[in-house]
Each structure stands twice: as structure tokens, then as C-alpha cells.
């Protein structure tokens, strides 16, 4: 039976940070604007009046407290609302490929593998920047690896989904080294114009190094022991955004193209499904909760975390156990649980046990249990 192990993790992060009080004061002005603006319709009662964020409103409501961008020019701009980025020349490296190597490099030097050693190359996040060809083969040739490689979309859950399936590559003889490239470029696709969502995302690239466990030569690595995965359709997260949008103009620019969500609704379908889905991995493992030394949970919102959490292992848990980014980071889609896991994954020691889990629009839910080598 050949077993699958993750040998090391990397971790890219922005030239750029945002706070909640830039995010508040840029949007607060445009709030102001808008109002000025529609005034007369405002005042006949014929449009709701926009009102104002603040930093305790998005703090209390998603514990995210900054994010990290690529493009910071244009997002504080009440006039534009929106990250500046141009255009690149078809010959250059892509914004979402560059993030990817930088944190590729990381996850090779971790896992001690050189770029030639990889025979298959998965990208895996909630947006591409374009369709064709595949971000995936761009990182491909510019790092050098061997083999194939492909782009996959799962959402907030695309990161596990991709480490699954790189597992299952290795158990079926196509490959035997994975490399796995969350680059997570979330702030185009952000609605900074929209009180609820405008203080979400952040930008982030996260990669992983899966191999056969017999090949690998870093002290980092974790023995993979149990992966589940699972998706249930849901229209309460999405983005309409993509390229049959052009065909109708009238609605090519409208707010369901970028991410908008029904959050509490998302909150009361989502969190049982996620307990149900460990419960049951769980059971079939024959694992205790109790027996984990640490989640990596996906990094959305805290009070979902935290809920999640208190179904495993109930009031009191140390933060340590748990730990949280998303305070630096704000919601970077599928990158979140890898972040935890390249930040807290060092006191290991051989045979403790710890979940790597992800869960977002779809809805999907992937997680996969591993032990220290």
C-alpha cells in the first residue's frame, strides 16, 4: 500500500496591508457620496440610503482586524472602489503565477525537493485570472517542474480538494511528487462598495509539497491518514462573474458578478454539515476528537471557527489548538487553513495528530487527518 505524506509548506504574502480603519474611512466617504448623490430619491422614499461600517462592526462580526493585498492603489479611493491592476504583457509572468512560485520556492525548500523532482502541478483556488491557459502551466515553466499540471476551482475548499487529489495521484501510480499552489487573488473580486462584504478577503498564495512517503527527506513532514470530501449545492455564496458576462452589457457590471454571500443563512446550513462530515471521517478512523493536537481550520470568520470547535471539543479549548490568521489576514479563501498550518505545525513530535480542514461556497467541505512522521 504506498502511503502519502506532506513534506513541507509555503507561505507568500503581499507587499501590501489594510486595516479596518483605511477600509471604514474609504467606504464611510463613499457612503457619503452615494447619498449626495441620490439624494432626491432618498428623500421620496424611492431608495434605502446607505449607512455606515465601522472597525468594532467588522471586528465583532469576523474577528479580521487587516488583510494583505497585491494592489492596494484604487481599493481606498471612495471614487473607485477597486484594486488598480493593469494589464500585463501575455509574455510576463502573471500577478496570480508570481504569487504562486514565491510561495512554491518556500514549499520546495521546506519539503528539501527540487522543482525537477515534480511530475504534476495542481493550482487550486477560488479565482482564476483567466481561463487558458492554465496558471498551472505558466508556474509549471517557470520553476521548472516535469510531468503535468492543471487548474482546479473548489471555492474556500479548493486547497483540500487539490491535496486530496494529489494523494490520490500518488496511490494510483501517476505521480509521485505533488505540488499544490493556492494563489489566492481575492481583491478583484471583492465588493468594497458593499457594507457586508467590503471588509472580507485578503490576497495570499499558499503551496504544499505531497510525495510518496518512502521519498521523503524533510524533518516537516506528516503522514497523510484519512482524507474526506464533500460537496452539496448552495446559491447563497457565489459570483456570477466570468466571460459570457460581455454577451449581455446591460448586466456586465452589476454586484452579482463579484462575491456576495446570504450569510446567516450560510452560518445555519454550513456549520452542522461540517460537524456531521468530521463526525462521520471521525467514526470510520476510529479518532477522538480529543485526540487531535491541533486544527487548521479554514479562516472565514471566527465565530464560525469557534463554532466548529466547541462541537469537537467543547468550552475552554486552548487557542493554540485552534489557531486563528484570519485577524492578520481576513478571509483568503482556500489559503486560509494552509497559513494556519505552515504557522503552527512545528511543535510537533512524531505521532501527534492534527486536522487540516476547509469549507466554503458550493457548499464543499474537505478535510484530511495527519500524523507526524
Request: glycine residues 6%; negative net charge.
Given at each position: 500500500?504506498?502511503?502519502?505524506?506532506?513534506?513541507?509548506?509555503?507561505?507568500?504574502?503581499?507587499?501590501?496591508?489594510?486595516?479596518?480603519?483605511?477600509?471604514?474611512?474609504?467606504?464611510?466617504?463613499?457612503?457619503?457620496?452615494?447619498?449626495?448623490?441620490?439624494?432626491?430619491?432618498?428623500?421620496?422614499?424611492?431608495?434605502?440610503?446607505?449607512?455606515?461600517?465601522?472597525?468594532?462592526?467588522?471586528?465583532?462580526?469576523?474577528?479580521?482586524?487587516?488583510?494583505?493585498?497585491?494592489?492596494?492603489?484604487?481599493?481606498?479611493?471612495?471614487?473607485?472602489?477597486?484594486?488598480?491592476?493593469?494589464?500585463?504583457?501575455?509574455?510576463?509572468?502573471?500577478?496570480?503565477?508570481?504569487?504562486g512560485?514565491?510561495a512554491?520556492k518556500s514549499?520546495?525548500?521546506?519539503?528539501?525537493?527540487?522543482?525537477?523532482?515534480?511530475?504534476?502541478?495542481?493550482?487550486?483556488?477560488?479565482?482564476?485570472?483567466?481561463?487558458?491557459?492554465?496558471?498551472?502551466?505558466?508556474?509549471?515553466?517557470?520553476?521548472?517542474?516535469?510531468?503535468?499540471?492543471?487548474?482546479?476551482?473548489?471555492?474556500?475548499?479548493?486547497?483540500?480538494?487539490?491535496?486530496?487529489?494529489?494523494?490520490?495521484?500518488?496511490?494510483?501510480?501517476?505521480?509521485?511528487?505533488?505540488?499544490?499552489?493556492?494563489?489566492?487573488?481575492?481583491?478583484?473580486?471583492?465588493?468594497?462598495?458593499?457594507?457586508?462584504?467590503?471588509?472580507?478577503?485578503?490576497?495570499?498564495?499558499?503551496?504544499?509539497?505531497?510525495?510518496?512517503?518512502?521519498?521523503?527527506?524533510?524533518?516537516?513532514?506528516?503522514?497523510?491518514?484519512?482524507?474526506?470530501?464533500?460537496?452539496?449545492?448552495?446559491?447563497?455564496?457565489?459570483?456570477?462573474?466570468?466571460?459570457?458576462?460581455?454577451?449581455?452589457?446591460?448586466?456586465?457590471?452589476?454586484p452579482?458578478?463579484?462575491?456576495?454571500?446570504?450569510?446567516?443563512k450560510?452560518?445555519?446550513?454550513?456549520?452542522?454539515?461540517?460537524?456531521?462530515?468530521?463526525?462521520?471521517?471521525?467514526?470510520?478512523?476510529?479518532?477522538?476528537?480529543?485526540?487531535?493536537?491541533?486544527?487548521?481550520?479554514?479562516?472565514?470568520?471566527i465565530?464560525?471557527?469557534?463554532?466548529?470547535?466547541?462541537?469537537?471539543?467543547?468550552?475552554?479549548?486552548?487557542?493554540?489548538?485552534?489557531?486563528?490568521?484570519?485577524?492578520?489576514?481576513?478571509?483568503?479563501?482556500?489559503?486560509?487553513?494552509?497559513?494556519?498550518?505552515?504557522?503552527?505545525?512545528?511543535?510537533?513530535?512524531?505521532?501527534?495528530?492534527?486536522?487540516?480542514?476547509?469549507?466554503?461556497?458550493?457548499?464543499?467541505?474537505?478535510?484530511?487527518?495527519?500524523?507526524?512522521?
Amino acid at each position: 500500500m504506498i502511503k502519502v505524506v506532506i513534506s513541507g509548506s509555503g507561505l507568500f504574502i503581499p507587499p501590501h496591508s489594510v486595516s479596518n480603519d483605511e477600509l471604514v474611512m474609504s467606504y464611510n466617504s463613499y457612503v457619503d457620496l452615494y447619498n449626495q448623490q441620490h439624494a432626491q430619491v432618498i428623500a421620496d422614499n424611492q431608495l434605502a440610503p446607505l449607512s455606515y461600517s465601522s472597525s468594532e462592526f467588522i471586528e465583532k462580526a469576523s474577528g479580521i482586524q487587516s488583510r494583505y493585498v497585491m494592489v492596494k492603489e484604487g481599493i481606498l479611493d471612495p471614487e473607485i472602489m477597486m484594486p488598480l491592476i493593469a494589464d500585463q504583457p501575455s509574455d510576463e509572468l502573471s500577478m496570480q503565477a508570481s504569487m504562486g512560485v514565491e510561495a512554491a520556492k518556500s514549499a520546495l525548500a521546506q519539503a528539501q525537493v527540487n522543482a525537477e523532482d515534480i511530475d504534476l502541478v495542481i493550482v487550486a483556488c477560488a479565482y482564476t485570472q483567466r481561463a487558458y491557459p492554465a496558471i498551472a502551466i505558466e508556474i509549471q515553466q517557470a520553476l521548472g517542474t516535469k510531468g503535468v499540471a492543471y487548474d482546479m476551482l473548489v471555492a474556500c475548499s479548493s486547497a483540500t480538494f487539490a491535496i486530496v487529489n494529489a494523494i490520490n495521484a500518488i496511490k494510483g501510480g501517476t505521480a509521485n511528487r505533488v505540488l499544490v499552489v493556492n494563489p489566492e487573488l481575492t481583491s478583484p473580486q471583492s465588493n468594497f462598495k458593499d457594507r457586508d462584504s467590503h471588509f472580507i478577503f485578503g490576497d495570499v498564495a499558499t503551496a504544499v509539497v505531497v510525495e510518496r512517503q518512502e521519498l521523503a527527506q524533510s524533518e516537516h513532514a506528516f503522514n497523510v491518514l484519512s482524507t474526506s470530501c464533500m460537496t452539496d449545492y448552495s446559491n447563497n455564496i457565489r459570483s456570477n462573474f466570468g466571460f459570457v458576462n460581455r454577451c449581455d452589457p446591460a448586466n456586465a457590471q452589476t454586484p452579482d458578478k463579484l462575491f456576495h454571500q446570504q450569510g446567516r443563512k450560510v452560518f445555519k446550513e454550513l456549520l452542522p454539515m461540517i460537524y456531521r462530515h468530521l463526525e462521520t471521517q471521525f467514526e470510520n478512523e476510529q479518532i477522538q476528537p480529543e485526540e487531535f493536537k491541533r486544527l487548521w481550520l479554514h479562516q472565514a470568520n471566527i465565530n464560525m471557527n469557534m463554532f466548529v470547535v466547541k462541537k469537537l471539543l467543547g468550552d475552554g479549548v486552548d487557542e493554540l489548538t485552534a489557531p486563528v490568521v484570519l485577524n492578520e489576514f481576513a478571509n483568503t479563501a482556500s489559503a486560509g487553513s494552509i497559513i494556519a498550518f505552515n504557522k503552527f505545525n512545528d511543535d510537533f513530535k512524531t505521532g501527534e495528530l492534527g486536522l487540516l480542514c476547509s469549507f466554503g461556497a458550493g457548499y464543499s467541505i474537505g478535510s484530511i487527518v495527519l500524523e507526524k512522521c
